[in-house]
């Protein structure tokens, strides 16, 4: 079997547990009256103007503010552990979210995750987003960039929302309660500690 080199991982709900950092941020920063439209946006276009709208509450707020708002959201079980075995074991990892870049980055940092993939203003002021489809692609040129082969892909995920980056991996991991349609992957292991997992991603090393 070819050995594991990249584990991607989702953010929201796979990485952390409990409220998202939208829910979180919006109920932080007084906009949770947009929740029910932004909460539920789906199609491209959707998500950009979420992101859009919800940068509009951030932009002036320093990133002390923002990592105080995102820091009583719960680590999944294990999570530091198991990226630091992974790390050990020379595996790289990357997340790869839908979330805005700030909010990744935060805790891709708590837990030791070298890189994201994440939304990101682009120079003309419009959002770079990361959509369900465009997440296969853009790990896969992150993989390019390390000389990491499809076969050497693993992805960690738990929506419906992360179902492309799965089905794209050697080795996918569904953390959520109940699969999507048209979703089978390697291990369906709801609500699984992150050092639970990366241990299996290890014995098929």
């Known amino acids: 079997m070819t050995r594991t080199r990249l584990v991607a991982f989702d953010l929201d709900g796979t990485l952390t547990r409990g ?8 109920t932080a920063f007084g906009f949770a009256d947009r929740m029910p439209i932004w909460g539920q946006a789906r199609t491209d276009e959707e998500i950009r103007a979420a992101h859009a709208g919800v940068w509009e509450h951030l932009r002036h707020r320093t990133r002390r503010e923002i990592a105080a708002a995102l820091s009583g959201i719960p680590l999944a079980p294990g999570a530091c ?7 050990r074991a020379g595996i790289r ?5 839908l979330a805005l870049a700030s909010s990744v980055a935060y805790f891709a940092g708590r837990v030791g995750i070298e890189k994201i993939i994440a939304a990101e203003l682009d120079d003309n002021g419009r959002f770079d987003c990361v959509f369900p489809a465009t997440k296969p692609t853009l790990l896969a040129g992150h993989a390019r960039a390390l000389r990491v082969t499809p076969d050497q892909i693993a992805a960690v995920g738990d929506s419906v929302g992360d ?3 799965l089905r794209s991996a050697q080795t996918s991991i569904y953390v959520g309660a109940t699969l999507p349609d048209d979703c089978s992957p390697t291990w369906h292991l709801p609500a699984a500690p992150i050092d639970d997992i990366a241990r299996l991603i290890l014995e098929r090393h």
């Open 93 to 97: 990892t990357v997340v790869v979210s």
């Open 163 to 165: 179902v492309h980056m």
């Open 81 to 87: 552990e198991g990226i630091a075995a992974l790390h």
């Open 19 to 26: 409220q998202t950092c939208l829910q979180t941020l919006a």
